[in-house]
């Protein structure tokens, strides 16, 4: 299949098939209602200095990339990383069979950050098709899922945000044109990220940031998500008008996390 994200899309769909069951607002309401709080994914992207906010990926493989970490690589480890870098946020990817990923690696970090304080926020990095993925990422202790709005018909998305909202989550939506920003406006979508990365053909382009950022409506926080390796890189999507970055492979390989997330958060 030529198109990435729909083979990875019929991928998830297979896998989660087994787990699908009924799941209604008020269980996920009743569920956020007696689980510890996340800290919130939506405030710690918007800094009062105006540097940008970071959220730092963990990210053993891609599709695109290849390996970019041993898959014996520890997770939680890493996060003691980014989170001693300075980073605001952490993205966990927990697909297993493209990204290495596993909601192992979500509940290993958040159980550790929860003895913590202050706690950092996590984002359940992976595909969502089903409210039942967003109880699981709720569960592992995640404070926000995301939403690939072009990977997903209106009806899926509205289920999920409900969902995300019920359990007590933000949604990071994920765009790459303009129909796909007005879709998530449409949903009421308040953190928007542009992928640079065409997730069907795998090429990155910073300039679709700077096309689409400048036309979020004001209230939205704007995320500039991919292909970030350099503070130049940064400084390009801050001039934007992104409030954060969402870096993976570039900081999964600095030999000096920190130093790379001073650079980006200064640029
Ligand atoms: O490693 P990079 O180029 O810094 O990219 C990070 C992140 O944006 C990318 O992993 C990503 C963006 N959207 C996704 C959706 C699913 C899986 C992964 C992604």
């Known amino acids: 299949m030529s198109d990435k994200l729909t083979e990875i899309m019929a991928w998830k769909r297979q896998e989660i098939a087994p787990l699908i069951r009924a799941v209604s607002l008020p269980e996920l309401a009743a569920f956020n209602a007696m689980a510890p709080k996340p800290p919130s994914f939506a405030a710690a992207l918007r800094r009062d200095d105006g540097k940008l906010a970071v959220i730092a990926e963990i990210k053993r493989r891609s599709p695109s990339a290849g390996a970019i970490a041993a898959t014996t690589l520890s997770a939680t480890d890493q ?3 980014y989170r001693t870098a300075g980073a605001s946020a952490l993205s966990i990817l927990t697909d297993e069979k493209f990204f290495g990923g596993t909601l192992d690696d979500l509940t ?5 950050f929860r003895q913590d304080r202050p706690a950092i926020p996590c984002i359940r990095k992976d ?3 089903h409210p039942i993925q967003v109880l699981q990422a709720r569960e592992a202790g995640a404070g926000a899922i995301l939403i690939i709005v072009r990977a997903l018909n209106d009806d899926e998305i509205a289920a999920l945000f409900a969902a995300a ?10 765009i ?10 449409k949903h009421g979508a308040k953190i928007i990220g542009v992928n640079n990365r065409d997730l069907a053909i795998f090429k990155c382009d910073l300039g679709l940031s ?11 926080i704007a995320v500039s998500e991919s292909g970030i390796f350099t503070g130049a890189d940064a400084a390009r999507v801050h001039a934007a008008g992104a409030h954060a970055i969402l870096c993976g492979e570039a900081l999964m390989k ?3 996390t920190a130093a790379l997330i001073t650079e980006f958060q200064t640029a």
Do not use: Q
């Open 127 to 129: 595909f969502m098709v």
């Open 254 to 256: 600095a030999p000096d």
């Open 79 to 81: 996060a003691i990383n």
């Open 176 to 185: 790459h044109n303009e129909s796909e920003l007005e879709r998530a406006v």
């Open 210 to 220: 700077e096309r689409l950022i400048p036309l979020f409506p004001k209230h939205v």
């Open 108 to 112: 290993g970090v958040t159980n550790f």
């Open 165 to 174: 909202k019920f359990a007590g989550l933000d949604a990071l939506f994920e």
